[in-house]
Structures are given as C-alpha cells and as structure tokens.
C-alpha cells in the first residue's frame, strides 16, 4: 500500500513538472503547436513502451473491436491540457493546480454517483472547503 500511495505521490509531481514544461512550450511555439509537441512525443513514448512491454505483439483487432467510448481519454486529455495552458497564463501554479485538484474531486464524486450510486454531503462538503480555500487564498494574496 505504501508503493501505491508513493507512486499517486510521484503522479501528482509529475502533474506539476509537466504542466510547467507544457506550459512555456505554449508560450515557445503557441498553445495549440505546443499541445501537438506534447501529443506527438507522447505518442512515440507510448507506442515505444507498448512494442517493449508486448514483445512486438500487438493485437489490432482489440482496437478495432474496442467501444468507441474508450477512445474519450484522449480527448479528454488534450481538453485538459489547453484548459491547463489557458489557466497558467491567469493564475499561479499554485491555484492551478489546486483548482485541478479540486476538479478532480468533483469529476470523482460525479463518477462515484452516476456509476456506483454513491454520494455523500461529507464528500460534496470536502468540495467546497478546498474552493473555498482557493477563493479566499486568492483574495488573501490579491491585496
């Protein structure tokens, strides 16, 4: 259990350091080439860990035959990236990732409710202390 919350811990600071570097190759190259940049090295990346984890198999049929809906996560991932691009260049690092975070919980308590029908007002109330924490931060430092 350690490894697994040393390596959410690892996630979280790989999270920063990315949105950093993604964050000045938008500034560099613009935010829509520097989105293709971090798509395009991703991508060789992935196929690269695929071929060597696989052996050299890879069964496209899977891909073929794989829902549509699967395919979303990418999608997703380039919305949160220009949304991530678009918010460093308003907000500190800090509160950009705290209003991730915060995004985050809500897209988890969203999925925990519409998937396993599980909502708590403790959960929704966590919510809204760290928004709330982030509002009067910003006002705080805002003087």
């Not at 829509?32 to 069964?59: E, H, I, K, P, R």
Request: aromatic letters at 12%; one cysteine or more; a positive charge.
């Amino acid at each position: 259990m350690i490894l697994i919350v040393f390596i959410a811990f690892l996630y979280g600071c790989a999270t920063v350091i990315s949105k950093m570097i993604n964050y000045r190759a938008a500034q560099e190259l613009g935010t829509w080439n520097g989105s293709l940049v971090n798509y395009v090295v991703a991508s060789v990346l992935a196929l690269v860990m695929l071929l060597g984890t696989t052996g050299f198999q890879v069964d496209l049929r899977a891909y073929i035959e794989a829902p549509f809906y699967l395919y979303a996560g990418g999608t997703f991932g380039v919305i949160a990236f220009v949304l991530s691009i678009v918010t460093l260049s308003k907000m500190k690092v800090f509160q950009s990732t705290i209003f991730l975070l915060a995004g985050q919980l809500l897209a988890g308590i969203l999925f925990d409710l519409l998937v396993f029908g599980n909502l708590t007002l403790l959960k929704l109330a966590g919510i809204v202390l760290v928004s709330v924490g982030i509002l009067w931060d910003k006002k705080v430092t805002a003087s």
